[in-house]
């Protein structure tokens, strides 16, 4: 398990990034849950929810790397990972980084560029490396994606394949703040000054012990069950068109591993799967009628499979 100080360090970047980002104290255990599984983590909402606030917030706090991308309707792949330039003086091409050789990558509204430009981050996110003119060029370890997105039916938006949605462990939307929340927001000082001062609490070296430690997290014979039949049930449910793929149950059971770990604990429960099904489910499945949300359809397949 974690050490005394370790385990501190952890409580304590939670407390610094919810204290930026007010009443969001489940969504903010999401988004350390993506971290520390090693997975990337997608945000979803209406503009000016605390998206970007959340992003900010998690990179002062980790004290990694940060770059930030505003995707836009004319940025280009090569805007991103790099590109190779001709030096003349030494007569070879010299490859130039892009942005995403950083550890935090906030992927800023991804959905308004096109799709060649979405699909460049691919490799990325699921090999850690990126591969220019024959060359492969390792990415930095570790290494975070934080995308955020509009909802699909605001103008200028261009929806994510399906193959760059199952990229990101997590999905998840802030909503609304609540009441308290919200007047403390009006009432306080701007997130932006709060954020430049906040304190790095993580490093790259706790980041990567608390990824091992999350493989150490048990999960019972029953619980491996558990999850495996809710991957079925999700390709028999009434009203799903594509279920859930292996690489989703494994990345469900990595996910509950990480959150029970948050929780101070070293195995998995079944609550653990259940408090994150619909945020790991729900943006990888696809439902029959366009009535039928995602959400409501992971929720729906959840209830219908019972814990032994």
Same mark, same amino acid.
């Given at each position: 398990m974690l050490s005394e100080a370790l385990t501190d360090a952890l409580k304590r970047a939670q407390q610094q990034v919810n204290s930026l980002v007010l009443g969001k104290a489940h969504e903010v255990r999401l988004a350390f849950v993506a971290l520390l599984s090693d997975g990337h983590l997608l945000i979803e909402d209406l503009?000016?929810?605390?998206? +970007? +606030?959340? %992003?900010? %917030?998690? %990179?002062? +706090?980790?004290?990694?790397?940060?770059?930030? /991308? *505003?995707?836009?309707?004319?940025? !280009?792949? #090569?805007?991103?990972?790099? /590109?190779?330039?001709?030096?003349? *003086?030494?007569?070879?091409?010299?490859?130039?980084?892009?942005? /995403?050789?950083?550890? /935090? !990558? !906030?992927a800023d509204e991804i959905n308004r560029a096109p799709p060649r430009t979405q699909s460049a981050l691919l490799e990325a996110m699921a090999e850690h490396q990126v591969t220019l003119d024959g060359t492969t060029h390792a990415l930095p370890d570790p290494f975070f994606v934080i995308a955020t997105q509009n909802p699909v039916d605001l103008s200028g938006t261009y929806p994510l394949p399906d193959s760059q949605l199952d990229r990101f462990l997590l999905r998840l939307a802030l909503g609304y703040p609540n009441a308290e929340s919200e007047r403390a927001l009006l009432a306080g000082s701007d997130r932006r000054t709060l954020i430049a001062q906040a304190v790095p609490i993580l490093s790259s070296d706790d980041v990567l012990a608390l990824r091992h430690a999350v493989g150490e997290v048990r999960a019972s014979d029953a619980l491996i069950s558990y999850v495996q039949a809710l991957l079925v049930r999700s390709r028999q449910h009434p009203g799903t068109r594509v279920g859930l793929s292996p690489r989703a149950g494994i990345a469900l059971l990595r996910a509950a591993r990480a959150y029970a770990l948050l929780l101070g604990r070293n195995h998995v429960l079944p609550e653990d799967v259940q408090a994150l099904f619909s945020a790991v489910a729900a943006h990888r499945l696809v439902a029959e009628a366009e009535a039928?949300? #995602?959400p409501a359809l992971a929720k729906a397949i959840l209830h219908a499979v019972p814990v032994d």
């Open positions: 503009p000016g929810l605390g998206k +970007t +606030t959340l %992003a900010h %917030a998690m %990179a002062a +706090t980790l004290g990694l790397g940060f770059q930030r /991308v *505003q995707f836009t309707s004319d940025l !280009l792949p #090569a805007d991103v990972l790099g /590109v190779s330039v001709y030096d003349a *003086q030494s007569r070879e091409f010299q490859f130039h980084p892009g942005p /995403v050789f950083t550890n /935090v !990558l !906030l039928s949300s #995602a």
